[in-house]
């Protein structure tokens, strides 16, 4: 099994809608790192959280960090066709943020 | 401007061939990585430097064999190139040694193919 799940593998939705993306460490987190990727480009920092509890924002993306549970949730509200991409949570493990362990990606499709 | 940079885009080239892909960094930051991934879009990482001197080398074969020239520089050498070989290179750079609140910035991709 991997380090990092992530879930969903891939989500369809209509645009205006909710949706949320997970990602699980098997380890312990001392970082976690969210990026989109789009296709063909490279990754785009989206944020990162560090400490329990911790939520950030950024326009209308929200990621969230559970410490004990080890686990960090993206929710995007009133999706746009813009947000489509490949989400990607990479963790650091080791508290030193210099190797990120990252999970399988979430595929978003926004459709009009 | 941009920020991380890789030449090429794209690579494809024959089976037994040796090539180079370069990165370069205009931010100013004291690491840089260099990250692999498969058709699967799993990404992992391959090799990191900090000032120009290694700090990371995960389980690559010696076929791979990184070069930083100066620490806006990390180029990837892929000596006798094979199937397995091809794949999304990422290069990442980062402000400093790899601190707890350290975010790496990543390049737009070099895509290898190998026939």
């Known amino acids: 099994s991997q380090e990092l799940e992530q879930s969903p593998q891939s989500l369809i939705v209509q645009e205006g809608k909710n949706l949320t993306i997970n990602c699980t460490s098997s380890k312990t987190l001392y970082g976690l790192y969210w990026y989109k990727q789009k296709y063909g480009e490279g990754l785009i920092f989206l944020m990162m959280?560090?400490?329990?509890?911790e939520e950030k924002s950024h326009e209308k993306i929200t990621a969230k960090l559970d410490e004990k549970k080890q686990q960090s949730s993206l929710h995007i509200t009133a999706s746009q066709p813009s947000h489509a991409g490949i989400y990607l949570c990479?963790?650091?493990?080791?508290?030193?943020?210099?190797?990120?362990?990252f999970g399988t990606g979430t595929r978003l499709q926004v459709t009009l | 401007d941009t920020a991380v940079s890789q030449t090429p885009k794209y690579l494809v080239t024959q089976m037994g061939n040796d090539k180079s892909i370069k990165c370069e960094q205009n931010l100013g930051h004291d690491t840089m990585y260099w990250y692999k991934q498969d058709s699967k879009k799993f990404l992992k990482i391959m090799f990191s430097?900090?000032?120009?001197?290694?700090?990371i080398n995960e389980t690559v074969p010696n076929r791979f064999s990184p070069k930083s020239p100066d620490k806006a520089h990390l180029n990837l050498h892929i000596n006798s190139l094979e199937l397995g070989d091809s794949a999304v290179y990422f290069c990442?750079?980062?402000?400093?040694?790899?601190?707890?609140?350290?975010?790496?910035?990543f390049g737009p991709g070099t895509r290898l193919t190998v026939l």
């Open positions: 959280l560090q400490k329990g509890g």
């Open positions: 430097y900090n000032n120009k001197e290694l700090i």
């Open positions: 990479g963790a650091d493990n080791t508290g030193t943020a210099s190797k990120l362990t």
């Open positions: 990442a750079s980062s402000p400093g040694e790899g601190g707890g609140t350290d975010t790496q910035y």
